[in-house]
């Protein structure tokens, strides 16, 4: 069954720097997302994709955030300067279509923690 | 603004026993709502959705749900636990409003545990 890929599964990275979390759709799927998980909270959307711009972010997706399709297969999240508070599971998802009820498919996650 | 209530962060039960895991929407009009699976180290995984077409679903794994505009609620069920169901379930919702988008509400997630 296709699936939606995560890279890496765990990164830990330093306040300030920047990060990458990349992510690999199911390829016949047209709308991506990337979704976080702050520990012990809700998961929240951070933004949506399609036809190489964003269609919805949400507050949370400041400008130290961008997301970016370099090539036909991969979808990426980047988080220029990391703060503390960025400590999150990031879910990249996508789907074939974008309207309401069609179905999400979500990766692993990638674990991201700030020190 | 949409939002999804869950009932009970973590249920206990037994294993046989029935599963009932409480998810409330808060929605002026009907959301698409979706119930999500969390296995341990693995990623969200689709259980089942309503989409308007009946107000019980069925999904995989033997789970259900049952769609109650009255009572604002899709509560997910199973007739009989299994171990392997130990996991962490999350209701979502999608609405139809102006945006047409397909960006998902959570609620905060129930871990189930299943005792032998």
């Known amino acids: 069954e296709p699936e939606v890929t995560q890279t890496p599964s765990h990164q830990v990275t330093q306040m300030g720097q920047e990060v990458i979390l990349r992510c690999v759709p199911i390829s016949n799927h047209l709308y991506f997302y990337w979704y976080r998980q702050i520990l012990g909270q809700k998961v929240e959307f951070l933004v949506s994709?399609?036809?190489?711009?964003?269609?919805?972010k949400s507050e949370i997706f400041d400008d130290q955030f961008s997301v970016e399709r370099p090539d036909g297969s991969n979808f990426t999240l980047k988080i220029r300067s990391t703060k503390l508070e960025d400590s999150a599971m990031y879910f990249c998802?996508?789907?074939?279509?974008?309207?309401?009820?069609?179905?999400?498919?979500f990766g692993e996650g990638s674990w991201l923690t700030v020190v | 603004a949409q939002s999804v209530t869950q009932l009970g962060s973590h249920v206990s039960v037994s294993e046989g026993a029935l599963v009932l895991l409480r998810c409330n929407y808060s929605?002026?009009?009907?959301?698409?709502l979706f119930w999500y699976v969390q296995y341990p180290n693995q990623g969200l995984q689709l259980l089942l959705k309503y989409t308007s077409a009946a107000t019980l679903v069925k999904g995989i794994n033997g789970f259900e749900a049952e769609f109650k505009k009255s009572e604002t609620s899709f509560h997910l069920t199973k007739p009989s636990a299994h171990m392997s169901d130990a996991a962490e379930y999350f209701c979502?919702?999608?609405?139809?409003?102006?945006?047409?988008?397909?960006?998902?509400?959570f609620g905060q997630g129930t871990t189930l545990q299943v005792k032998p």
């Open positions: 998802a996508s789907s074939q279509q974008g309207a309401a009820g069609n179905t999400i498919y």
């Open positions: 929605s002026s009009v009907p959301p698409y």
């Open positions: 994709f399609y036809n190489n711009e964003i269609s919805e």
């Open positions: 979502a919702a999608a609405s139809d409003g102006s945006g047409n988008t397909g960006k998902l509400i």
